[in-house]
């Protein structure tokens, strides 16, 4: 049996295989929104397992693989034998005898890591203390709707440098952008922890917001305390009191700069009503272009490469 194709983190994939996905978003959507039924997965069944809150997440795997022909199975750890102690290693080779596909959201990037070696198909990060792919791929493919390419844009990355923001690292040196991130004394970029190949040459850390938002092409941020991290609540809303998205940040931007965010958001923290709900922002897009890249994605691992017709 060859080893699956997995998408663990946005080092996984070639920029081949992005332009790739990218096209065939696009072409899936236009289906989608046509009311042409498309149904490459008919008969092939999803398993999500899930160890932290989501909506947009499961909304859009769970949508977009019944949108595509298939099923899928939502499991949780309170109610499997994953929060009883069954080894990660033992429920991958379960679940993926009895599915085509998995999706998982998780805290450390080695519990995905350890799930997909003993997997027998491919296996798709949901999120992890340490990435979010699905989320950038969305969101890259926003700004190509938008605008057309990323390629030599500029992205200002305001707050958490967690899995968000190592995420957009790793894009802009596989898609040749560069990301501008502003975060607060001690939540700097830590290259190794971004797993990044080319060190700092696709990013620049900036002590002052503003500065970092100068000219930029999109700016965009995330909550200052991630799912996993509530216990320092309470220090994270002092520390980021100066990183919060404003209108008079927006106006250094590029005048048409987006505004993305991968939500939820928590307006008056890390960004100003004005701002998510002003006309720079594609939030909205955003959040429903998960259901059509994904679909791209879900089809790319299960199906392989298939012609746009
Ligand atoms: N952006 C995102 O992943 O949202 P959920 O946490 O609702 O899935
Ligand atoms: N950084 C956030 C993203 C939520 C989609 C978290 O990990 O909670």
Known sequence: MTAPKHFLQFNDFTREEFEYL???ASWI???FKRYEPYHPLFDRTLVMIFEKASTRTRLSFEAGMFQLGGAAIYLN?????LGRGEPVEDAAQVMSRMSDVVMIRTFEQSIIERFAANSRVPVINGLTNEYHPCQILTDIYTWIERRGSI???TVTWIGDTNNMCNTWLQAA???DFKVNVSSPKGYEVEPAKANLKKGSAHFEQFADPMEAARGADIITTDVWTSMGFEAENEARMRD???FQVDAEMMRVADKGALFMHCLPAHRGEEVTAEVIDGPHSVVWE???NRLHAQKALLEYLVCGRIDSK
Do not use: V
């Open 173 to 175: 040196e596989l898609l």
């Open 77 to 81: 750890t309170r109610d499997s034998q």
């Open 240 to 242: 980021f009191a100066d």
């Open 29 to 31: 959507k236009g289906k």
């Open 286 to 288: 955003e959040a429903e």
């Open 151 to 153: 390629a030599g844009k």
């Open 22 to 24: 990218f096209e065939r």
